[in-house]
């Protein structure tokens, strides 16, 4: 069984930067993907970007395209998320999620069903 945990969440201003991360106790990183989520008071748990551990391949919600990226360290249990230009609107609990490498198409990696282990989130909060 693995476990996550995320941090690096915190209080920034508009136009800010943070970069959340995702530590994996019971097993590596490579041959998963590795999803991040948020979820904001009131409304429900949305993708935010997933990393394809194998390939390196991203990928990204609209709303945060552009803004956000998933530095590549080559650290086999962690997986960091970079975000830049924060808004308000980013304001959530931003969890991390894992799940095998073993879809058939890259549109699994949006749903929040196709994980199977989450962390337990870090608050990130962007004031105007």
């Known amino acids: 069984q693995v476990q996550l945990v995320e941090s690096g969440g915190g209080l920034v201003q508009a136009g800010g930067s943070l970069r959340l991360s995702c530590l994996a106790s019971g097993r590596t990183f490579s041959n998963h993907i590795v999803g991040w989520f948020r979820q904001a008071p009131g409304k429900d748990r949305e993708f935010v970007a997933a990393l394809r551990y194998s390939s390196g391949g991203t990928y990204f919600a609209d709303a945060v395209k552009g803004r956000v990226t998933i530095p590549r360290l080559n650290a086999e249990t962690t997986v960091y998320l970079q975000m830049n230009s924060l808004k308000p609107e980013d304001t959530a609990v931003y969890y991390c999620?894992?799940?095998?490498?073993?879809?058939?198409?890259?549109?699994?990696?949006?749903?929040?069903?196709?994980?199977?282990?989450w962390g337990q989130g870090t608050q990130v909060t962007v004031s105007s």
């Open positions: 999620a894992v799940a095998p490498d073993l879809f058939s198409s890259a549109r699994y990696y949006y749903l929040r069903s196709s994980y199977d282990y």
